[in-house]
């Protein structure tokens, strides 16, 4: 069984940064490639940002410029480093292998003055 454990949410100022990160306790990011993915209250989860196995990435037009997704395969860690935060970033973070079959805990970004 994989598990995924996020860290790095928390309260920042609007134009802050954080970096989250996501422990795979498997090389599956790797094989499936992994996602970032929020969830704000009264709204669905949306996919934030991906990397496959190859190293592509893809971001949502929200945060195009802003995010940067990445992956360390020696250490089975996902990253999502937040730049320019803003309000509307505010939201419950999740990471997924690419394939969506494991999930981490989430871990909640606030964004506010």
């Known amino acids: 069984q994989v598990r995924l454990v996020e860290s790095g949410g928390g309260l920042v100022q609007p134009g802050g940064s954080l970096r989250l990160s996501c422990a795979a306790s498997?090389?599956?990011?790797?094989?499936?490639?992994m996602g970032w993915y929020r969830q704000a209250p009264g709204k669905e989860r949306a996919l934030v940002a991906a990397?496959?196995?190859?190293?592509?990435?893809n971001y949502a037009d929200s945060v195009k410029g802003r995010f940067i997704i990445s992956r360390d395969n020696v250490k089975n860690t996902g990253y999502l480093q937040m730049n320019s935060l803003k309000p509307e970033d505010t939201a419950v973070y999740f990471c997924?292998?690419?394939?969506?079959?494991?999930w981490g805990q989430g871990t909640q970004v606030t964004v506010s003055s």
């Open positions: 997924a292998d690419g394939r969506r079959l494991y």
């Open positions: 498997g090389s599956i990011f790797s094989i499936n490639g």
């Open positions: 990397i496959t196995s190859g190293g592509s990435t």
